[in-house]
């Protein structure tokens, strides 16, 4: 048991170094052209066709799935996707990739009040330590304190956490019945299906197809920070509760800020330095047992 939660904790890490590296993908596409939800359009594409071929050739039997758990997938799909990844990538243009990730960390807190009503899952002192640690991390990375930060930017900042957040409500649920491949692959067909008609698909097209690196960044986002990190995040959650799992995966806006250093010559301060520290900090407590406490 012990070597799955292991495995599981790598997996969530995993993925969250995928996440992180979306802003390499996102801000080139956005500057060649293509809005928010046009991306997340393109993404769930790549994932849709990358998914459906390999279980097509693997298993068939996991495209299987009961009408009446249909609310599920709408759920990933529609909150956990569309809404989440269009706020998401609006508060990358109207803000730094380091504020952008903390503001998208308000998820944890989101999750382990959703998880403690629908799991029953018990919130520990030490899981609020590190989320207190985690967050405070997140806060000195991103510099957010110091202002720069648009009302609208806070808001679909927000926005995001809240719908990253519905994806550990939703998959728990989903991954009682279904395969993690199941799931992954019915929730970004519902996001393509939802999209379509408002991405203006033709234009998108145009864009990505039209020379350049869009096509290999436009693969890129789909296979490195999304297809990858939602199989690695979705099997961990099969032995790692869902509180637990959001706090993890703050490692994200980690790689997120250093991603902003190196690529896009984001500044590192000694504040930022130490909120690094802290985020590090609280995925060791997670994850060092604790007497007489489960985490």
């Given at each position: 048991m012990k070597n799955k939660n292991a495995a599981a904790v790598a997996m969530i890490l995993t993925a969250a170094a995928g996440w992180g590296f979306i802003g390499l993908f996102t801000r080139p596409l956005t500057a060649a052209g293509l809005s928010a939800l046009q991306i997340t359009f393109v993404r769930s594409v790549v994932?849709?066709?990358?998914?459906?071929?390999?279980?097509?050739?693997?298993?068939?039997?996991?495209?299987r799935i009961a009408w009446r758990d249909g609310w599920i997938f709408l759920g990933t799909g529609l909150v956990s996707i569309v809404f989440f990844n269009v706020c998401y990538f609006t508060t990358i243009q109207l803000t730094t990739l380091a504020a952008a990730?903390?503001?998208?960390?308000?998820?944890?807190?989101?999750?382990?009040?959703?998880?403690?009503?629908?799991f029953k899952?018990?919130?520990?002192?030490?899981?609020?330590?590190a989320l207190a640690l985690a967050f405070g991390g997140c806060v000195l990375v991103s510099g957010i304190?110091?202002?720069?930060?648009?009302?609208?930017?806070?808001?679909t900042g927000?926005?995001?956490?809240?719908?990253?957040a519905t994806y550990s409500i939703f998959g728990k649920v989903a991954l009682k019945k279904y395969h993690s491949f199941t799931l992954i692959f019915y929730t970004f067909v519902v996001s393509t299906v939802c999209l379509a008609p408002f991405a203006h698909v033709g234009q998108a097209a145009s864009v990505v197809l039209g020379g350049g690196d869009t096509m290999a960044l436009a693969m890129g986002l789909g296979l490195v920070s999304t297809f990858m990190p939602y199989i690695c995040y979705t099997k961990g959650l099969e032995h790692v509760e869902a509180g637990k799992a959001s706090v993890l995966a703050f490692f994200e806006p980690l790689v997120a800020t250093v991603t902003g250093i190196?690529?896009?010559h984001e500044k590192l301060t000694a504040m930022s330095a130490a909120g690094i520290g802290l985020i590090f900090a609280a995925i060791v407590l997670l994850n060092v047992p604790a007497r007489g406490e489960k985490g």
């Open positions: 994932v849709v066709a990358c998914m459906g071929l390999y279980l097509l050739v693997w298993d068939r039997r996991m495209f990730s903390v503001l998208l960390y308000t998820a944890p807190c989101f999750v382990m009040l959703m998880s403690a009503a629908f899952e018990k919130i520990t002192a030490r899981k609020l330590a304190a110091r202002g720069g930060i648009t009302p609208m930017g806070l808001l927000i926005g995001a956490g809240f719908g990253y190196v690529a896009f």
